[in-house]
């Protein structure tokens, strides 16, 4: 059966925040569908920070080609197959990208376990690799928090950040959260049940985080980057402190001038460490992420806001959102 597909495509590749003209839209015929492949069509895809860095030349996550569909992960539901791991009903997870219906391998897709009145949707929600799971991965495998913690948190009412506030207050932590302005402050302690809430846009945040911490941070997972991991660093803990670089949103527009952390000695003085970390690399503790953050859902402690963009032709506004703050919780869009 012919089916037609709405992509989304680069168009050209700009210095600094892309641009509306910088992507193209259009409908193509896909061929008919060769062995070993299937048809998806796309229900949902997540709006992840490393898409922008597709889209410049000397991308750490591999630069697009012009011309090519704007790579995004996303879970769809199968409506033709040519392979026989796959049938037609099944819903998937994989790199389905900003388009309205996928030819892909079969063998580059994940079908999905909906039991336990688990959704499609929440593979790009608490379960997805880029939201939830990278919030399990940076705070309990790489921070390795405690109960009695205090943890703070860059980018808090994002969707990496919202996981990581309610994972640290299930697992016994006090939290610290920063975001920009008074809405996402009140999302984080009223929502979230963060314990502190800082207005990085209105606050002076680093008399915030002395005031917040007193005896100093345990945990920092960051999002931001930038001065935020100074301030951080002035305010460790005296001792075994434990930084999680997750990301560093701050500073994508310009990754040849990454602003460094000038206040990197105080992991020495304090004993303390930094680690960086790729979510993939953890795939290993998955399966025990997955069945924490499914039982934390099922107690009602994980319940993590959607900010759904409706319509595929709205993809390249919603990147632009992303990195304009304009969401509270997870951005998505529905094609
Ligand atoms: N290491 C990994 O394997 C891995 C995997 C997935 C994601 N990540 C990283 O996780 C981080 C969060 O990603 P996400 O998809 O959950 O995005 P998100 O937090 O939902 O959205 C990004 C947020 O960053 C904040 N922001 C944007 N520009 C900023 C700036 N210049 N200064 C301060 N804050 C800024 C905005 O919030 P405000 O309104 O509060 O400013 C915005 O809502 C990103 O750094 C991403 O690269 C890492």
């Not at 376990?113 to 929600?125: M, R, T």
Request: hydrophobic residues 50%.
């Amino acid at each position: 059966m012919p089916h037609t597909n709405r992509r989304v495509f680069i168009r050209q590749y700009r210095e600094g925040m892309p641009q509306l003209e910088d992507f193209g839209i259009e409908d193509v015929a896909l061929p008919e569908v060769p062995s070993g492949q299937v048809v998806v069509k796309v229900d949902t895809l997540s709006m992840d920070a490393w898409i922008r860095t597709t889209l410049t030349p000397g991308s750490f996550h591999e630069t697009a080609p012009l011309g090519s569909t704007i790579r995004a992960l996303g879970v769809g539901q199968v409506v033709e197959s040519a392979d026989p791991s796959l049938a037609v009903g099944d819903w998937v997870y994989g790199m389905l990208a900003a388009q309205t219906l996928a030819l892909v391998p079969a063998a580059a897709m994940t079908k999905l376990d909906l039991s336990n009145s688990l959704k499609p949707a929440d593979y790009v929600g608490p379960l997805g690799l880029t939201t939830g799971l990278t919030a399990w991965v940076g705070l309990i495998a790489v921070a390795e928090v405690k109960a009695g913690d205090t943890v703070l948190v860059s980018g808090a009412a994002g969707a990496v950040g919202s996981m990581v506030v309610m994972l640290a207050k299930a697992r016994g932590a006090r939290v610290i959260g920063v975001a920009g302005g008074p809405d996402k402050c009140r999302y984080l302690t009223n929502q979230l049940g963060a314990d502190v809430a800082i207005d990085y846009k209105n606050a002076d945040v680093a008399a915030a985080v002395a005031a917040a911490a007193p005896v100093g941070i345990n945990v920092f997972f960051d999002n931001v980057g930038g001065e935020i991991l100074d301030i951080a660093l002035e305010n460790l803990a005296p001792a075994d402190a434990r930084i999680a670089i997750c990301g560093a949103i701050s500073q994508y527009s310009d990754l040849g001038n990454v602003r460094g952390p000038a206040k990197y000695l105080r992991l020495a003085e304090r004993n303390a460490a930094m680690r960086g970390f790729v979510v993939t690399h953890h795939a290993a503790r998955f399966p025990e992420a997955k069945a924490e953050i499914a039982a934390l859902m099922q107690d009602g402690k994980i319940d993590l806001p959607e900010h759904m963009v409706e319509g595929i032709d709205h993809f390249a506004e919603a990147l632009l959102l992303l990195f304009a703050g304009g969401h509270t919780g997870n951005l998505l869009v529905r094609p």
